[in-house]
């Protein structure tokens, strides 16, 4: 997977993104007869931590990078991505479905005020309760901030759940997509580090391997931005049959040599238009001239 994306990268813009059924019809008629699977640019970033409160005025330098977590912890499991603050300040990654107590926040300026949530829920539903309620999920950014945690001498011994996070599936070239075409029984999450691949012999859905193993792949260039049409007139053709398919190619070839040459790139299309009997040049009839 990380030759494809440098390769991507170097040659083309990245490995693809798919964020939408129309894409996936697409690379399903490229693959033609081709049966296997290729990588696409989806992987488990299991190492990308972020808090429910993104508002980046609310932290100072180094703040939203705090993290006082337990030994052994994150274990960065495929099914842990939510955090909880536990005994002693120390915090830990958990299963986001699994109903815990909660803390959220009132900030006020640069302040923030803790409250304790005394109800089990679920990670998802303490981040709504709190943004309901209160102003986000608790946002730790200093030790004193989590000793005020600790303070709550209810909360020790117990597991509550904090704001934050990790969302794992990202796309290789930053996109945002939520788009996801998993196939039956995917994703399996048991390799060490997943990347994504479309099986062609499913209908382009997907399938989560090995990020080192050797696939071919797909890439994505720019999108044409403007198509033209340029009108081609040839004088004495000297007997050559301007619609032979062999010359037509040959004139394309030496066309495309001319652009590169006044600095257009390879990602320059040319074609010929055919007109409605299947031919490129016509012969241009003379003009008769008005008498005088």
Partial sequence: MSEAQRYCREKHTDLATVDSMEVVKLLNNMAGQYNQSAWIGLHDDRDTWKWSMSDPSFYGPGETEFRPWEPGEPSNGHDEQCTYFGSGGKWGDFDCNFPLWSICFDATGPDATFVLINSRMTWTEAQSYCREHHTDLASLRNQAENQQIVDLSIVT???????????????????????????????????????????????????????????????????????????????????????????????????????????????????????????????????????L
Avoid at 188 to 193: E, T
Avoid at 265 to 282: C, I, M, T, Y
Wanted: charged share 35%.
């Fill in 157 to 291: 011994g117990y597991r509550t759940w904090i704001g934050l996070y990790r969302d794992s599936w990202k796309w290789s070239d930053g996109s945002n997509s939520s788009f996801k075409y998993w196939a039956d029984n995917e994703p399996k999450l048991s390799a060490l580090k997943v990347c994504v691949a479309a099986a062609f012999d499913n209908s382009g859905k997907w399938e989560d391997l090995d990020c080192g193993v050797e696939k071919p792949f797909i890439c994505y260039g720019p999108v044409p931005v403007s198509m033209k049409v340029i009108k081609v007139r040839v004088e004495k053709p000297n007997g050559v049959d301007l619609n032979d398919p062999a010359f037509l190619d040959a004139m394309l070839v030496e066309a495309k040599k001319n652009l590169r040459a006044q600095g257009l790139d390879d990602n320059v299309q040319l074609a010929w238009r055919k007109q409605p009997d299947g031919k490129v040049f016509h012969k241009e009839e003379e003009k008769k001239r008005d008498e």
